[in-house]
C-alpha cells in the first residue's frame, strides 16, 4: 500500500507543480466537453427503448421489421467507429466530434419525422455513424488529453455520461409517455409521444456543438499530423512551458515521424515486409465483442419489451428501466473512484465474474416462465423478483466494469503511431457484434425462449473471465508513450 501511495505521489507532483500554468479544473473541463458524445451516444441508443411499440403501429412492421428498424442504427455505429478512428488520422479528434454532433442533430429530428421504415432506417443510420464516431473518439480524445495518473477516472468519467444518456432517455421516455397516456398517443402539437421522445435529442446535440468549438485539438494528432508549433501551444496550455517542451519530444519519438498513420501499422513488421495481425489488436477486438457478447444492450434496447413479456405493464416496465439507468450511474461513481487505484484488468475481472452468476440467476428465473393462451409469458412473484434483482445487479457489474473500463482501455492501450487504426478495427468489431446480439434477440425470444437467450449470454460472461486472465494486459499509471503494443 506504501509502494502505491509513493507511485501515485510521484504520477501527482508534475501535475502539482505545474497548476500555476493549467489547473487541473482546465483538463477536466476540456474533457467533460468530450464527454458530451458519450451523453449523446447513450440518449440515441437509449431513446429506440421506449418508441418500440409507435414503431410498430406507425409503420405496421413485423417482428423481423421492428428488429431491424431498432438495430439499423447499428449499421451506422459500426461504420461510423471504423472511418471515425481512420478519418481521425487525417482530420482530427476534435473534427470528427464536430461532425459527430451534426449528425446527431439531422439524425434526432428526422427520426422523429418519418413516415415510413424506410426513411426511419435512413436517419437512424445517420445517428449510427455519430454514435460510431462519439463511441471511439470521446475515450481516445480524452485519453490524449488526461495525465496518466487521472486518466482512468477521466475516462470514467464518458460512461457516466454515456449512462447519464441512457438514464434520461428513459425518464424522458417515461415522462412524455406518462404525459400523452401512452407512447403512441399524440402529445403536443398533434404529434404522438414517440415523435417527441426522439426530438428531446436536439438540444443536447446543438450544445455538443457549440462547446466542441471552444476546446483544443488533441495534442498527440497534433504531432502525428506535424504540426509541431500548435502541439507545442496546446501542451504549454494544458501542462505550462516548462513541461510542454519534454511531453512534446516524448511524444514524437512514440511515431514514425516521417510519414501519417495508416492501416498497415496495425500488422507486424517482418523483416522488410509485413506479417501478422499485432497481438494488442486482436486483445481490442476481443475486448470490444465481449463486452456486447455478454447482452448488456438487450437490457437497454429491449428493457421495456423485456419486461412488459413477463407481465409488467408499460408503465412500470419503464420505470424499472429508470432504476437500472440508476444502477448504472452508481456503480461508475464507483468505479471513478477505484479505476486508478486498483487497475483495469481487476475490474474488468471482478465484472466477469459477477456477470456470469447474475446472468446465470436470470435464466434461471425464466426458465420457470409459464405461457398463456396469447403467447404471453408469467413468471411466479418468487421468480419475477429473483429475474428483477439479478437483472439490476447485472447492471451494476456490467457498468462498474466492463463499460467503463473496455472504453477506456481502448483508448488507452495502443501506441500513438496505430491509435486511430486500432480503435477504427475494434470499433468496428465491437458495433458488428452489438448489431448481431440487438438483430437476434427477438428472434430467440420467439424461438428459445428469454432462458435460453441469457443462458447463451452467461457462456459468454465465462468466456470473458478467461479472455481477461490471459490476454488483458494492465495500463494503469503509464503515459501513453510507454506502451508499445
Known amino acids: 500500500m506504501q509502494a502505491y501511495e509513493k507511485s501515485i505521489e510521484g504520477n501527482l507532483e508534475p501535475l502539482q507543480e505545474r497548476q500555476d500554468a493549467a489547473p487541473l479544473p482546465l483538463i477536466t473541463l476540456i474533457c467533460c466537453v468530450a464527454t458530451i458524445g458519450g451523453f449523446l451516444f447513450g440518449f440515441d441508443s437509449g431513446v429506440i427503448n421506449g418508441t418500440v411499440t409507435g414503431l410498430q403501429q406507425a409503420f405496421h412492421s413485423d417482428t423481423a421489421g421492428t428488429g431491424f428498424n431498432v438495430a439499423s442504427m447499428l449499421l451506422g455505429c459500426a461504420a461510423g467507429a471504423f472511418f471515425a478512428g481512420r478519418l481521425a488520422d487525417l482530420w482530427g479528434r476534435k473534427t470528427l466530434l464536430l461532425i459527430a454532433a451534426v449528425l446527431f442533430v439531422v439524425s434526432a429530428w428526422g427520426s422523429g419525422i418519418a413516415t415510413g421504415s424506410v426513411e426511419f432506417v435512413f436517419y437512424r443510420i ?52 406518462q404525459a400523452a397516456g401512452s407512447a403512441v398517443n399524440d402529445w403536443w402539437l398533434g404529434y404522438t409521444a414517440w415523435r417527441w421522445m426522439f426530438w428531446i435529442e436536439i438540444a443536447p446535440a446543438m450544445l455538443f456543438f457549440c462547446t466542441l468549438l471552444l476546446i483544443p485539438e488533441s495534442p498527440r ?105 440508476g444502477v448504472s450511474i452508481a456503480a461508475c461513481l464507483i468505479t471513478m473512484t477505484l479505476i486508478d487505484r486498483i487497475g483495469r484488468k481487476p475490474l474488468l475481472l471482478a465484472g466477469s465474474i459477477g456477470m456470469a452468476v447474475t446472468l446465470g440467476l436470470v435464466a434461471f428465473a425464466f ?80 424461438g428459445i425462449g428469454l432462458a435460453g437467450a441469457y443462458g447463451i449470454y452467461t457462456l459468454f460472461a465465462l468466456l470473458s473471465i478467461v479472455f481477461v486472465v490471459y490476454l488483458v494486459q494492465e495500463t494503469k499509471g503509464l503515459e501513453l508513450e510507454e506502451i508499445r503494443g
Open 126 to 177: 445517420l445517428g449510427g455513424l455519430a454514435v460510431g464516431a462519439a463511441s471511439v473518439m470521446s475515450p481516445a480524445y480524452i485519453s490524449e488529453i488526461a495525465p496518466a495518473a487521472l486518466r482512468g477516472r477521466l475516462t470514467t468519467i464518458n460512461q457516466i455520461a454515456i449512462i447519464f444518456g441512457l438514464f434520461a432517455a428513459f425518464v424522458s421516455n417515461y415522462w412524455l409517455a
Open 221 to 325: 494528432y497534433l504531432v502525428l499530423s506535424r504540426q509541431t508549433e500548435k502541439a507545442r501551444a496546446v501542451l504549454s496550455k494544458l501542462y505550462g512551458k516548462a513541461a510542454a517542451a519534454g511531453k512534446l519530444e516524448s511524444i514524437r519519438q512514440s511515431t514514425v515521424s516521417n510519414r501519417r498513420p495508416r492501416l498497415s501499422d496495425l500488422l507486424e513488421s517482418n523483416g522488410g515486409g509485413v506479417g501478422k495481425v499485432r497481438k494488442i489488436v486482436w486483445v481490442g477486438i476481443g475486448l470490444a465483442t465481449f463486452q456486447q457478447l455478454v447482452g448488456i444492450n438487450v437490457v437497454f434496447y429491449y428493457g421495456a419489451v423485456l419486461w412488459q413479456a413477463v407481465g409488467f405493464s408499460e408503465a412500470d416496465a419503464l420505470l424499472i428501466n429508470i432504476i437500472s439507468g
Open 367 to 446: 426458465a420457470g416462465a409459464t405461457v398463456d393462451a396469447n403467447g404471453k409469458l408469467h413468471l411466479s412473484q418468487s421468480m419475477g423478483l429473483l429475474a428483477l434483482i439479478a437483472a439490476n445487479v447485472y447492471v451494476f457489474f456490467f457498468n462498474g466494469s466492463w463499460g467503463p473500463a473496455m472504453w477506456t482501455l481502448l483508448g488507452e492501450m495502443f501506441p500513438n503511431q496505430i491509435r486511430g487504426s486500432g480503435l477504427a478495427v475494434s470499433g468496428l468489431s465491437q458495433w458488428v457484434a452489438n448489431f448481431g446480439i440487438t438483430m437476434t434477440f427477438p428472434i430467440m425470444l420467439t
